[in-house]
């Protein structure tokens, strides 16, 4: 059926010598179908993303920023973690999505034929199921010092496993994605954070052993995306875009807050990390048209070092347990530094499985 339908189409194009309309996509005959699959499971009434992409008038509107986070890799949201791939992956779009979105906004972001507005304009219908399970994805992972256990950050709870990666429990009970998680130096708690982006943030600690919640810490403006103890284990340090806060951990009030002025645009920020010790915030982004990483004092929350040497944007940002590099990577590298010195040690490939392209 669809063959016929192809070669049918081919020949009017052919006959009719309007190439041209078939290599610029339209919103209904193309663009709808991924933004339905890909964007309406955050991106509608009631959902977790600050606004819909349901009408084709959402989308025309925010057209330019929806190019950025394309062309950027930023959205769909996904975060590669090693030996979680595919189970991540599936949300992303393929390049020929990618191609398709990008072509359709150069060439104008027309609309097309008409369609039935029903599937298309479902706004003011509160309760619109997904049309495509919201997958899991796990947006931080941590060990616990001994090794022996491992946190996965996912939506709305954080998953314990061996570290074999079978699945030994789980803590539920989040607002929303987890974005970033954090044992104490003696591992009997877990800080898990997150929250509702540009809103609220949200950090609970959990009694690992018991699986249960000690204390939920809010009122950071904006999302967490990093937490670390410090090496006593008495303060908990959380960052957000434009937040850094220290909190004790036994009585949850607030011991530090400082306001973090990256000089990035909001949109040019990809990650967040802070050393082991809690003393050290790395920021990747861009800046004045340059991919830079920028190092600060979580005491003074003003900036020591900035670093550079890559030309893309870094997703996640670790340091290693020693505090002393800073590896970042790339769609297909990894970048490492020498945190003290502030000099780049390596940049190394990335394998990419085939079938993932
Ligand atoms: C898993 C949920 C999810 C999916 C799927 C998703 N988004 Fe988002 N999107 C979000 C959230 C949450 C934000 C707010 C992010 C923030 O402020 O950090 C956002 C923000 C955005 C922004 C604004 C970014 C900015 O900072 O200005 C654009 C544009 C966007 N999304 C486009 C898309 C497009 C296009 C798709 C589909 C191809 C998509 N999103 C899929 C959750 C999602």
Redesign the pocket.
């Known amino acids: 059926m669809k063959q016929i339908w192809l070669l049918g189409m081919v020949l009017t194009l052919a006959l009719s010598g309007v190439a041209s309309a078939a290599d610029s996509p339209t919103f209904s005959d193309e663009v709808v179908r ?2 339905q699959e ?2 309406q ?3 509608r009434p009631g959902e ?3 606004f819909s ?1 349901i009408t084709y008038a959402d989308v025309f509107t ?1 057209r330019a ?2 190019r ?3 062309d950027w890799r ?4 996904w975060k590669p973690v090693p030996g979680f791939g595919s189970f991540l992956e599936s ?1 992303r ?1 393929s390049d020929e999505e990618r191609a398709t ?1 990008l072509k359709w906004i150069d060439a104008g972001a027309k609309a097309g034929p008409p369609i039935q507005i029903s599937t298309l304009n479902p706004t003011g219908v509160p309760d619109i199921k997904p049309r495509v399970a ?1 997958k899991p ?1 796990i947006g931080a992972i941590a060990y616990r010092p001994d090794g022996k256990l491992l946190a996965l950050g996912t939506y709305k709870e954080v998953r314990l496993a061996d570290p074999a990666g079978k699945i030994l429990g789980a803590l539920t009970g989040h607002k929303e ?1 987890v974005r970033a998680v954090a044992f104490s130096p003696d591992g009997a708690l877990l800080a898990a954070a997150g929250g509702q ?2 809103r609220k943030g949200e950090v609970k600690i959990w009694d690992v052993e018991k699986r249960s919640v000690i204390r939920t810490i809010e009122g950071h403006a904006d ?1 967490i995306y990093a937490v670390a103890f410090s090496p006593d284990g008495k303060t908990l340090v959380g960052a957000g875009r434009t937040k850094l806060r220290v909190w004790d951990v036994t009585t949850g009030k607030t011991i530090q807050a400082s306001d973090l002025k990256t000089g990035f645009s ?2 040019a920020l990809s990650a967040l990390a802070l050393s082991p010790d809690g003393r050290s915030l790395a920021v990747s982004g861009k800046q004045d048209d340059k991919h830079v990483i920028a190092l600060y004092d979580v005491k003074t929350a003003k900036r020591t070092k900035t670093l550079e040497g890559h030309a893309e944007f870094l997703f996640p940002l670790s340091f290693t347990s020693d505090g002393n590099t800073l590896a970042g990577a790339g769609l297909e590298t990894i970048y490492l530094w020498d945190f003290d010195q502030g000099t780049k040690l390596s940049k190394g490939s990335v394998a990419v499985s085939p079938w993932q392209g």
């Open positions: 991924i933004v890909r964007c499971t955050c991106h977790h993303a600050p992409l925010r920023d929806i950025d986070q394309i930023t959205m769909p949201p949300r779009l979105i919201v994805q994605q982006p540009g999302c909001k949109k």
